[in-house]
């Protein structure tokens, strides 16, 4: 008889493979103008990025009220996504084709 013995992964290395690092390239700032759109590299989907907003309380004592808490908006940050501004969902397609993106959905 043959007998076989069964291989268990080491839970350790399994669990360093799954670290997931996203990696900021960059900031910019908005364009007027402009509408920042998001590019799945996976599925190849084009859309508008989405926003949250926070109150941000800044020290302003030239404003009429400097108690006023201002609104800050952050980009929701997807997992293979890039993003860029351009002016509407046309103008955003050339600029993936013209960066090298051919599979637009």
């Known amino acids: 008889m043959i007998q076989t013995k069964s291989c268990k992964a080491d839970p350790v290395a399994i669990e ?6 996203v990696e900021l390239l960059g900031t ?7 509408t920042l759109f998001e590019y799945n590299k996976l599925t190849g989907e ?3 990025a989405a ?7 800044v ?17 929701v940050i997807k997992e293979h996504c890039i993003y860029f501004q ?4 046309a103008n955003a ?5 013209n960066a090298g993106c051919t599979r637009i959905v």
């Open 16 to 21: 360093q493979q799954e670290k997931k690092v």
């Open 28 to 34: 910019t700032r908005k364009r007027p103008g402009l």
């Open 46 to 48: 084009l859309n508008k």
């Open 51 to 57: 926003f949250t907003e926070e109150k941000v309380h």
């Open 59 to 75: 020290a302003d004592f030239s404003a009429k009220n400097p108690e006023k808490p201002t609104m800050r908006s952050k980009v």
């Open 86 to 89: 351009a002016l509407n969902m």
């Open 93 to 97: 397609s050339k600029k993936l084709i």
